[in-house]
Structures are given as C-alpha cells and as structure tokens.
C-alpha cells in the first residue's frame, strides 16, 4: 500500500522494486502473492479511505505501509500524517496482518521542525504500535541523482533493487518458509 514509489511511476512494471519483491520471494522460498495496492499521488488519507476495501478483499498475511511522502510534500499537517498512518496500522492488524512501515524522510527546506517531525510521525508509530520499521525507505537512493528519473523524486529502474534492499531484511524477518528451495 504505497504512492508513486511503490507503484513504479516512470518505470516498467517488471522493474519496480514490488516486483522485484514477488520474485525474490518466489526464489528465496516464500510462497506469498503480491498485491500491490499503491497509487501514484497517494497521500495517507487516500490510503486511509482505500486499505479497508483491500484488506477485506485480499487478506493478506503482512502490510506494508509506504506512505507519507506526498503528505511531506504537500505540507500537510504531521499530526494528520499520524492519525491517518494510525488508523491503517490499527485497520491491518484488526484484519490479522502484519505491518511493515516504510519510513519517509522530506528535504530540510521545509524547516527544521516540521523536518524533523515528519519523522519522528514514522518513529513514534513505530515504537507505540510495535510495527516493524524500516527507518528511510529511499536511503542511499534520495541524494544518488545516478538512481534518480529526471524530476530528482521518483527512483529510476536503477533505483528499483535499492529499494527492495532496504525492505527487504526487515521484511524477511515477518515472513514464514513456505516451500524448499533446491
């Protein structure tokens, strides 16, 4: 459940990072279906509108949350990133799934305060709700203008794996085996 970052806006749709997610579970032993829930533009109040609908219909076994940057973006306030991320995390578990937060970081010219609360939005949820974190979803891709479309925001294809890098041993350690792998 994610924004433009997670639903691979300005890459092919093989090359996004969920993709790449889907096939490395299929090669490391996970039989898990991937649904990828993410709408380019999302903010959280999107997402908190839509994630009922696709936790009933889906019920999946983890969720995970990537949103918030469009919220940073837009100046919206942090406490209503809160409340809305809030409301999400509480929404997965009472439906039985895990929840993997992506965590978000927005550049500084937006003041130090509202900075830094952004992400502490993040870090609060994390620790108070006990959701397992992982702590800049865009880390060592946001500054790497090699890994970066030409808007400076969106991570290009190169960008992809990096991603899925930095989930990926966070989110190995929610999963269950399901099959050998020879």
Do not use: C
């Not at 889906?58 to 940057?69: D, F, K, R, T, Y």
């Not at 009472?94 to 500084?108: E, H, T, Y």
């Not at 890994?147 to 294809?157: F, I, R, V």
């Amino acid at each position: 459940m994610g924004d433009s970052l997670s639903a691979g806006y300005g890459v092919k749709v093989d090359s996004g990072w969920v993709a790449l997610l889907g096939k490395r579970l299929a090669t490391q032993g996970y039989d898990y279906r991937i649904v990828n829930g993410s709408v380019s533009g999302e903010t959280s109040a999107g997402g908190k509108v839509r994630l009922p609908a696709l936790l009933k219909s889906h019920q999946p076994a983890i969720v995970i949350l990537e949103l918030g940057g469009n919220d940073g973006l837009r100046g919206l306030p942090n406490a209503q990133l809160r409340s809305n991320l809030s409301t999400m995390i509480d929404a997965a578990h009472q439906s039985g799934a895990k929840v993997l937060l992506a965590g978000m970081q927005i550049p500084p010219n937006y003041g130090q305060a509202y900075t830094a609360g952004f992400k502490a939005v993040f870090d609060d949820l994390a620790r108070t709700k006990g959701v397992t974190l992982v702590p800049f979803f865009l880390d060592g891709v946001a500054l790497d203008a090699s890994l970066l479309q030409a808007d400076n925001l969106h991570p290009n294809e190169a960008g992809q794996p990096r991603m899925l890098d930095n989930v990926w041993p966070r989110l190995r350690a929610l999963l269950k085996p399901t099959k050998q792998v020879k």
